[in-house]
């Protein structure tokens, strides 16, 4: 054989086995229309499994929450009023404590959010020590 006749003229095209016609009196059916894609009130909604977060809870609960964005939003919220407070409120001695277990945050968002509020504590209070 030459090359010639084992080769494919370009013109040639070469059919796909499809799925057999159902209809045998019909030899082209027309394919089924594709279903149209509907947004509604749904679409948004959380996938099956998902917990939709709905609001965040009061700074006090937010940031200790097993939800990771809800302790990210309490400790830049602790960060906030922290930097609105004067060095000697107590705000600074309710959270001291804390402050080793807000850096161990499993989630890096949050802990970046906990590193942040770590930084403005520590400057708020070097500031209260050394008056200004």
Not at 51 to 60: F, L, Q, Y
Not at 65 to 83: D, S, Y
């Amino acid at each position: 054989m030459t090359e010639a006749e084992t080769s494919i003229p370009p013109t040639t095209t070469i059919e796909s086995e499809s799925t057999p016609n159902p209809n045998p009196s019909n030899p082209n059916p027309t394919p089924s229309p594709t279903p149209e894609l509907v947004l509604g009130a749904d679409a948004f909604a959380p996938a099956p499994g998902q917990v939709d977060d709905g609001p965040p809870p009061p700074m006090e609960e937010a940031i200790v929450h097993t939800n990771w964005k809800f302790r990210k939003i309490g400790f830049e919220q602790l960060e906030a009023k922290l930097n609105s407070a004067e060095p000697n409120d107590p705000l600074f001695a309710t959270y001291v404590e804390q402050l080793a277990t807000f850096l161990k945050d499993s989630n890096a968002n949050a802990q970046d959010a906990a590193t942040k509020l770590c930084l403005t504590f520590i400057k708020k209070v070097d500031v209260g020590k050394t008056g200004g």
